[in-house]
């Protein structure tokens, strides 16, 4: 099976901007978190959809949003970047939930 | 809230053996460990289910003790691939499910 696969890898963005990034899961796996890797603050959970509904939210603000679609691809949402949200995201895919294959992550740097 | 990772940080000759322990202050339903080397994405090592369970690869094997809440991963006989920051991701049951909370890591140095 193709692992996860997340796009762009990299992306420049200024202040102010929005950014969409985009993640398409293992083959028949249902549920997609997102999570924000930065190097003081590790792992933290986004959100997670499944079956096209979001199931689980973490503590990140309105700015961050994200959506499902119908063939299990995800898509995450961050409007009016702020410095603070360069960080590597991940996207994570699983059947159920309970554990999960990473993709690549895409870095995001706001300049 | 996040499980406590410990050690934050090891370092190793080849062939030495590393615990890296993994605890939480909430009822587990399942703990999963992922090694991630600089610059890629974690790795999905093992989940463990069931209270007791043991689990092992080569020479990384873990336990997860249901009733205290933690769990422990054990490298033996170190390999330079071994070296990695380890992160140990907790689960819990019902609508949470989909919810992993991950440690802060472990960062693992093997020297030759």
């Known amino acids: 099976k193709a692992g996860v696969t997340q796009t762009p890898r990299y992306l420049i963005k200024t202040r102010g901007q929005q950014v969409t990034l985009s993640c398409s899961p293992i083959s028949g796996h249902r549920s997609v978190s997102w999570y924000q890797q930065t190097p003081g603050q590790g792992l933290q959970f986004l959100f997670e959809y499944f079956s096209e509904t979001q199931r689980n939210k973490g503590n990140f603000p309105g700015r961050f949003s994200g959506r499902q679609f119908s063939n299990s691809r995800s898509e995450m949402n961050v409007s009016t970047l702020e410095l603070g949200d360069s960080a590597l995201y991940l996207c994570?895919?699983?059947?159920?939930?309970?554990?999960?294959?990473f993709g690549p992550g895409t870095r995001l740097t706001v300049l | 809230q996040q499980p406590v990772q410990s050690p934050q940080a090891v370092i190793l000759r080849e062939g030495e053996d590393a615990v890296i322990n993994c605890s939480s202050s909430?009822?587990?339903?399942?703990v999963h460990w992922y090694r991630q080397k600089h610059g890629e994405a974690p790795v999905f090592l093992m989940i463990?289910?069931?209270?007791?369970e043991q689990k092992g690869h080569e020479k990384i094997s873990a336990s997860f003790n249901e009733k205290k809440q933690q769990s422990s991963l054990y490298l033996t006989a170190s390999q330079l691939s071994y070296s990695g920051t380890y992160f140990c991701?907790?689960?819990?049951?019902?609508?949470?499910?989909?919810?992993?909370?991950f440690g802060d890591g472990t960062t693992l140095t093997v020297k030759p």
């Open positions: 909430k009822a587990l339903y399942s």
């Open positions: 994570a895919s699983s059947f159920e939930g309970q554990w999960a294959f």
């Open positions: 991701g907790t689960g819990v049951r019902g609508t949470n499910a989909g919810k992993s909370t």
């Open positions: 463990l289910l069931k209270g007791g």
